[in-house]
Every structure is written in C-alpha cells, then in structure tokens.
C-alpha cells in the first residue's frame, strides 16, 4: 500500500505488525486510548529488602524466560556497561527469543551481535542503532522485524501498551536501598534520567542497577521507589569518560560556520524570533556555532528565551547563565557542562520524555517550539529526511526526537551539507523517509537555502534578506552536477525493519542490502 510519503508498505509487513500505513502527520489528531498498566506486586513487610546480590539472582527473581521484552535507556551513550552486562548475563542462562527495547542502541553494544546470531536476542526495537547491531540487522540476521521509533514514538508504544516491557533495566548513578533514583551524584552522572520513566512506570518488573547507594532517602529523586522492585549493586554503570566528553566546542570547519551563519541570519528574520521565542538545536557543529552566535544577537536587542528543550549541550547552559533563557527542560545530557548545569541552576529542569514528545498524551513540549534546528544524513527534493539508514543502506543512526520536534515547531530547520564525503546530501528520493516532508520548512546547505513551498509566509518573510535562496530542485542539481547521480542502493526484497512514524503507523521500511552487482 502506498502511504502518504509515497512509499510502497508490504501487505505482508502490515499484516504481521497489525499496523497501518502513514497517512499524514496529524492524521491521528484527537485520538482517544486507554493507557497501559503494568502488573505490580504489593510490598507491605517492613522487614524484607529490594537489594539483590547479583544480575543473575534479580534475573531469577524477575522470572525471566524466553519471548521476553527487556528495556533499557541510553543516558550513558557509549559509555554505557549496562545492557551488555544484563544481557551477558542472559546469554549465560541460555534464555532466548529475548526482545531489546531500547531508547537507543550505540557501538558499545556490539557484543549483542553473537547473540543476534544464535538467537538470544531475536527483536531490536529502539530509535536506532549504530555500529555492529545495525550491520547485522541490515544484513538480515535479525530473525524478527527490527522496529525504529522516535523518542515520543517510543514513549507513545509503552504507553499505549503496544509495546509490553517485563523487566525494565535502569542504569542510577545514585540509587538508596529502596530505589530511588538519581541521575547525579556518583562516578557515573548522566545529569536525567528522562528516557527511563516511561519504563519504569509501565514495565512489570524494574530493576535499578547502580554502582553508587547512598542512604535513604535519595531525593529529589528522578525515579521513585513505588516504581522500583529490585536494586543491585555493581562496580561500574558506564564510563563517565563517555557518558560526558566535556565542553562542545565550536566548529572551526568553514563550510559548518558558514551554514551556521545562513542559520542564524535566517531566524532572526522570522516572524517567530521575538522575545520569549522557544528553541531547540542538536550538538552537531554548525548547530552550536548557530546556537552561540543567536546568543550574541539576542544580547544586542534584548530578546530572551523562554525556554530550550531537549538534549541540552554547553551552549544552552551558557545562555541559561547568561539570562538569556529563562529556563532548560532537559531530556540528555551532552557534556560535563549541561550535567554540572542540572545540579546547579535552579531553571534547569529534568522532564520524562513522555513530556517532551509523546504525540499520544494531552501535550508535550515539543508543540510548543518556535524553532528546531535539525540534521540529516539525506533530504529529497519533497523535505523528506532520512536519519537513519546510511548512503549504503546500513542502519546506521537514531530517529531520536527529529520526527518530534519537525512535527512540533513552527519553523523546522535542517542543516546539512550539500555533500556528504561524495555523497549528495540533496537528493531526488531519500533511501529511507523517518521525517516526512511536510514537517520540515527549511534547507540550509553551504550551497544555498531551500523554504519548503507550502510556508508561503516564510518566503514573504525573507524577501529582501541577502541570502543565498533557491529551490530544492537546484540544489539537487548542483549535488549531482559536482559528482553525479549515485546509484541507488540495491536491496533484496526481504524486509529486516520498519520505520514508525511518531503516531504508530508505518512510514518506510528497512530491506536487506545486497552485495552490489557491477553493471
């Protein structure tokens, strides 16, 4: 069935997810459901204890077995210890047909690969993957469907009850006896534990797992103990060296700084930059060098934030210092900077990441943005963006919140290079849509600006600002005319994963890359 990306969904693919295909952004606007609720188990004596020895023992208190949903959340990035220690642990007891529900899966899972292979783990659900994981999936070795979902989409599926968890592993860089948790304080802070609580409050069974306990109680918790029915301690969480890699710096690639500039020149000639404007960038370079230069405007004309949200960097935090915003909502920490900001600035707050973008609840954050500023591995020439699948075809990112936020604010900026390597990164389809077009405004490239037609108003906006405008189209065009159309990735028929959009439905699929046959 063809969706409203015009992709082409498998009846089979339908079939076997009972889902349906994407019909629209907000075609689901209004819907009414009953939220999920876990099975929770009284614990009324005084006596008894939530510590446990070991991951083996809370495996076997949890009654693991095989066809489980196993949760986890990436607040440690590549720093993290936990899932492979959990699932090393389940490997060892041969459990299998184990499904991963992650927030997002990085290459410091690659040893969950073998156990891909002989059918520990059978499901990937996450909001991506990158490294060894996402090769096996794209090379078919995955015996279920994989299942990419954004941060709210994520939320959206645990609680609706599409997605049932029945262990939930939570990493606590501070937990007390009777497990409640904190995102600082220990030798591995991650500054929130924003992505954790949907998992916590819907999972049959939560397990924190901490190489710090503190005395009791360890408030203000960011996970509480009604929520919690095991606590183990272990040596070490993560590697607080890659959880946290300092302060961002800004970019000193010219082609980044300039984009940043056109960014930047672009949103204060907007409708939307007016004091009390609300903002969102990721971490990327040209992101931050905009983020720092809009900081110097704003203090030339006295324009503050009202509010940044999502995964917060060092320039944000410097910004929240300066008093040029007036408050942080916080669902991830990037740096040591934005981790020592959440301990510190009273303004600068943990949300759950139901909050921030669940499109299923009665509002999140992300609807209230004037401005996001995004990235792309791909954009085609109707917005479409891909973030997910590489230029080979390997599953190789995270949707994260870009579905989210695109769909959230009022002027959606991608920024991307025309090239990628000798990649065009403007292209005349994408390999695979996780961001429909319909949600993105703007293009910034080094080699000009594309508005998306339908924001006539924006358009009128930037008549008579000296900026470099042209269609998508043209910048195709000049991608292909500097190295020429690639060709397309050759796929098998075999689906190995699907693209959800936000609210569910089934936006692309992910086929199996095949060897590449000369012509």
């Known amino acids: 069935m063809i969706n409203a990306v015009g992709r082409d969904i498998p009846e089979e693919v339908l079939k076997a997810t009972g889902k349906d295909i994407f019909r629209g952004t907000f075609a689901k606007e209004g819907y009414e459901y009953k939220k999920a609720a876990p099975t929770v188990r009284a614990y009324m004596d005084p006596n008894k204890s939530k510590r446990v020895d070991s991951i083996h023992d809370v495996l076997v208190k949890c009654g693991i077995k095989d066809g489980m949903t196993l949760s986890f959340h990436h607040h440690f990035r590549e720093g993290d210890y936990v899932v492979n220690m959990v699932m090393e642990e389940v490997h060892k007891m041969g459990i299998k047909d184990i499904t991963i529900c992650a927030s997002s899966m990085g290459k410091a899972h690659d040893p969950i690969v073998p156990m891909i292979e002989d059918g520990t783990v059978t499901g990937i659900q996450s909001s991506g993957v990158r490294g060894k994981i996402g090769e096996a999936i794209s090379a078919g070795k995955l015996q279920n469907l994989a299942i990419m979902r954004s941060h709210g989409g994520r939320v959206r599926a645990i609680e609706s009850g599409e997605v ?10 501070t937990c007390d006896e009777y497990g409640n948790m904190r995102a600082n304080g220990g030798k591995s802070d991650c500054g929130v534990l924003s992505y954790a609580m949907a998992d916590a409050k819907y999972a049959d069974k939560v397990v924190a797992i901490t190489d710090c306990l503190v005395p009791s ?8 103990q009604v929520d919690v029915d095991y606590v183990v301690v272990v040596d070490e969480i993560g590697n607080p060296a890659k959880i946290a890699t300092g302060a961002a710096k800004p970019t000193t690639d010219v082609r980044k700084i300039l984009m940043a500039d056109y960014c930047t020149e672009f949103v204060i000639n907007t409708p939307y930059f007016k004091d009390g404007f609300t903002y969102q960038t990721g971490v990327g370079g040209a992101s931050i060098a905009s983020t720092i230069s809009l900081g110097k405007i704003m203090k030339e004309r006295g324009i503050k934030m009202k509010f940044g949200v999502g995964g917060i960097a060092g320039p944000m935090c410097k910004l929240l210092e300066e008093g040029l915003i007036e408050t942080l909502v916080d669902t991830q920490d990037f740096d040591t900077i934005a981790i020592e900001s959440i301990k510190n600035n009273p303004r600068h707050f943990e949300i759950s990441a139901s909050e921030y973008a669940n499109p299923f609840n009665k509002g999140a954050y992300v609807n209230q943005l004037d401005f996001v500023i995004l990235a792309a591995l791909e954009v085609d020439v109707n917005f479409n963006c891909n973030v997910v699948v590489g230029s080979d075809g390997v599953v190789t990112g995270a949707q994260g919140g870009h579905p989210d936020t695109a769909a ?4 959606t900026i991608v920024i991307a290079p025309l090239l990628q390597g000798r990649i065009p990164a403007i292209c005349s389809q994408v390999t695979t849509v996780t961001t429909p077009g319909e949600t993105v405004d703007v293009v910034i490239t080094d080699y000009g600006i594309a508005i998306n037609p339908a924001r006539q108003d924006l358009i009128e906006a930037m ?7 042209c269609t998508i189209e043209e910048l195709r065009d000049k991608a292909y005319s500097i190295v020429g159309e690639p060709d ?32």
């Open 463 to 469: 008549k008579g600002v000296k900026l470099p405008f």
């Open 488 to 519: 397309p990735v050759q796929f098998d028929d075999q689906v190995v994963g699907i693209i959800e959009a936000r609210d569910g439905s089934v936006i692309d699929v992910v086929r199996k890359v095949k060897d590449y046959e000369f012509k």
């Open 164 to 173: 049932h968890i029945d262990i939930a592993f939570i990493g606590a860089p």
């Open 217 to 224: 109680p360890n408030l203000p918790a960011s996970l509480s």
């Open 408 to 411: 959230g604010a009022k002027c």
